[in-house]
């Protein structure tokens, strides 16, 4: 049974009159890697410098590995921090930036000189030592954070969108590196992002976060696959969400209807008149010239577009709603202006909270 490293209770924070977190309850075991995953201004960094210690809860309480440390001060936590820019000393040379924390401590020489060259290989970083932080590439400067976060043997490390600064392909290049960095260690990685991407590739479970409150906790396969809410459907990946009301139903499955058409549901507790919001991922939309079973759906393509090198679809509905589809239907079969008909596999279409 895995170790409880972190536990949350009825967290809770305003500044002034703005309330920016509201009453969070989250239990991390050690070793995962959990990312807090939200737009700008959700709450997710002030999230984290509650548990770093940084900012001070209005109520709740924060225990690290069993132990209260709600009223303790950062340096009394066995919690690491590692933030956007870095925050390495300017005027320190590689090991004297790693090294840091460990003279602090009091360490011996020699204990000092062997953790630095062990971080600096777990970061791919030896023979670095003498560099100076301004002849190190924006990647290089993130793994020498990294490095000094580590060195000091956390049960927590604190990661505030610490790829955020880079290009694309080093960001992505990095989120492989973090993430085996993360499984080397075993230590448990609590990660804040505003990307989809990062959150989907790196993560044990994501907590996606919306004014303030967690709208879902899970893996990235239920995140994705089984979002419960309209905000966790529309905030990863292209979701089309369609308000719908059942109209007839059998135990399993169902039909809705709406001003666009009659789509088939599934859902063991649907019952006739019920209201449902629907998410469909853009890639589980099909279309053709021929309806599916349990699907009255029609729609005239409005644009075809590449984005990335796949195929991205727009059809409008009879009631004007715009579906998004990313697949391979040719645009030479399928060109602007064709009538087409809309369907796909029910077991793929999410009920989520907030119905028509």
Known sequence: MSETILSLRNITKSFGDNKVIKGI???????????????SGCGKTTMLRIIAGL??????SVSISGQDVTALPPEKRNVNTVFQNYALFPHMNVYKNIAYGLK???????????????????VQLPGYEKRMPDQLSGGQRQRVAIARAIVNDPALLLLDEPLGALDLKLRRQMQVELKNLQNRLGITFIYITHDQEEALNMSSRIAVMN??????????????????????????????????????????????????????????????GDSVAL????ERISYSDKSENGFDLEGVIERHSYI???LKT?????????????????????????????YWDPQFAAIVEGGA
């Open 25 to 39: 309850d989250m239990d991390i075991d050690a070793g995962e890697f959990i990312t807090i995953l939200g737009p």
């Open 55 to 60: 900012e001070n809860p209005d109520s709740g």
């Open 104 to 122: 602090l401590r009091g360490l011996k020489k020699d204990e000092i000189d062997k953790k630095v060259k062990e971080a600096l290989e777990l």
């Open 211 to 272: 004014g303030g409150v967690f709208e879902q906790v899970g893996s990235p396969d239920d995140i994705y696959e089984r979002p419960k809410t309209r905000f966790a459907a529309s905030f990863i990946g292209d979701a089309n969400i369609i308000d719908a009301k059942i109209v007839s139903a059998d135990k399993e499955c169902a039909i809705a209807s709406f001003a666009g058409g009659s789509i088939r549901v599934c859902g063991s507790s649907l019952k006739a």
């Open 279 to 282: 998410s469909v991922r853009a």
């Open 308 to 310: 990335g090198g796949v």
């Open 314 to 342: 727009a059809i409008k509905l009879k009631n004007d709603q715009e579906l998004t589809i990313t697949g391979s239907n040719p645009t030479a079969s399928y060109p602007v202006g064709s009538a087409v008909k809309v």
